[in-house]
């Protein structure tokens, strides 16, 4: 879509970036209902055309940047493939990340590797697929990083996290940019990618992030940031000479509340600019939630309704272990009863928790919503970011199925993982079972 230029070839439709937001209340009752009676619940659903409407509404914001997709966000080999399409990389965060983005036929000079605290088995695989492939990049987070990649026979590309010094993100737990866990302080930047090149590691970049789910009004903190980068990546490129590229991260957020407008992006992208200046390297985003977020629902059934004192408990079939965002963040998600005639019900404050014995386990407290009733379907917003890749098994629970949509055509894109996987690996079991016939799995 760009030009070699960086300018757009032409402004893309309406049609093919979509509405800015994609609000709950904007998905289609009866497609969801049906794919729930199909696939049962809980069950993920992505829309693929949405992602690529949001990847491409990004692209023309930023016509100059190179989009990677930050995988963590959601891994599904699909996506990957959508956004490869498009013409966006990927930023994988392990070991696992990178396998699944070669999977899916994503070219490795098209992966960059983000190393925070690497096991010595994702240094390990990624060095070997640098080995089959010496575009792919690497980005470390500390000096001993890089000399676990240099004992390991590497001195391929090479990126350099620094730590900016400032954060900022919808909760204290994904500001990044001012954690020390983070990249190399802003102070040795330069004497580490200096000490690497002289060890003859191709020296291509710098790398910050500054957090995640940055909302629009933190625009200040994004200038001040991007500033920071920029005069970084100005000493380093005196230092060690031409950067390729300068990566400010992802981080732009998405309205989760109903009411919650927007980011702005020509804002952003704006501010940007005015804060890079001249910089003689290639500017690279990792949005992951914002491509993603809007593209997913998570559908989940009532199966208990209980007047208490005080209020009304809902116990829904999924949990934290399906969509850990409530429990972990105090995030909120926006919910929708898909029953027949819910609108018409009366509105009354209702708390929707989960199977798992942690009182963390609850989605919505005392929020008003028409009134609930047992087998009611309900689908909960914004989960196409951090849902599936945050789940876990949790109680023995197996994680749900995940649906895709393209071309507004649906398909099952990962199976519900069958019951008896949460023991398969333990050893008493493998040994019960060996040589004995698997059952059947059906293909849902
Ligand atoms: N690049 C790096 C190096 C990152 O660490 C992250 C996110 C991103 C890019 C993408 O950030 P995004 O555009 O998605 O905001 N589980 C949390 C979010 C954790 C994000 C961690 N890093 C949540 O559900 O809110």
């Not at 919808?170 to 000490?195: I, M, N, S, W, Y």
């Not at 704006?270 to 390297?281: H, I, K, M, P, S």
């Not at 199966?303 to 809902?314: D, F, L, Q, S």
């Not at 994680?399 to 949460?422: M, N, Q």
Request: charged letters at 25%; hydrophobic letters at 40%; glycine letters at 10%.
């Amino acid at each position: 879509m760009t030009d070699p230029d960086g300018t757009a070839e032409t402004a893309p439709s309406d049609a093919e970036t979509g509405p800015a937001v994609r609000r709950l209340a904007d998905w289609d009752a009866v497609l969801l209902r049906e794919l729930a009676d199909e696939f049962e619940t809980p069950l993920y659903v992505l829309d693929l055309d949405r992602v690529r409407a949001n990847y491409r509404r990004l692209a023309a914001a930023f016509p100059e940047v190179e989009i990677y997709y930050a995988a963590k966000a959601n891994a599904l080999g699909e996506v990957f493939a959508t956004l490869a399409d498009e013409g966006a990389g990927v930023e994988c965060a392990s070991a696992g990340e990178v396998h699944r983005a070669l999977a899916a036929g994503v070219p490795a000079d098209r992966i960059h590797y983000t190393a925070v605290n690497p096991p010595g088995r994702d240094l390990d695989y990624v060095v070997d697929a640098a080995a089959e492939d010496d575009a792919l990049t690497i980005t470390a987070g500390a000096a001993d990083t890089i000399d676990r990649l240099a004992d390991r026979g590497y001195d391929g590309r090479l990126c350099l996290r620094v730590n900016p010094g400032i954060g900022a993100g919808h909760h204290e737990k994904v500001r990044t940019g001012a954690d020390a866990k983070f990249g190399v302080p802003a102070e040795r930047a330069v004497e580490t990618l200096a000490d690497a090149a002289d060890r003859g590691f191709d020296v291509v970049g710098i790398h910050a992030h500054v957090g995640s789910g940055v909302s629009g009004d933190a625009l200040e903190a994004h200038r001040e940031f991007v500033g920071r980068v920029r005069d970084l990546a100005r000493a380093v490129a005196g230092a060690v000479g031409d950067l390729e590229f300068v990566d400010v991260g992802g981080g732009f957020g998405v309205p989760y509340h109903e009411d919650e407008p927007p980011i702005d992006l020509e804002g952003v992208a704006a501010a940007t600019r005015e804060a890079l200046g001249e910089v003689d390297a290639r500017l690279m985003l990792e949005p992951g939630r914002y491509l993603v977020a809007d593209a997913g629902v998570l559908l989940t059934a009532a199966n208990t309704v209980k007047e208490a004192p005080g209020t009304i408990v809902v116990g829904v079939d999924a949990g934290m272990t399906t969509l850990l965002r409530p429990a972990l963040y105090d995030a909120y998600h926006p919910i929708r009863s898909l029953a027949a005639g819910a609108d018409d019900r009366e509105t009354v404050r209702q708390t929707i928790t989960g199977p798992i014995c942690e009182s963390a386990d609850v989605f919505c407290t005392d929020r008003p919503l028409p009134r609930i009733g047992r087998g009611d379907l309900l689908a909960i917003g914004n989960a196409g970011a951090y849902g599936y890749e945050m789940a876990s098994t949790y109680n023995s629970r197996p994680r749900p199925a995940s649906v895709t949509i393209a071309d507004g055509e649906a398909r099952l894109a990962r199976r519900r993982e069958p019951l008896a996987d949460v023991s398969r690996l333990e050893r008493r079991v493998e040994e019960a079972t060996a040589g004995a016939t698997a059952p059947p799995e059906v293909d849902r």
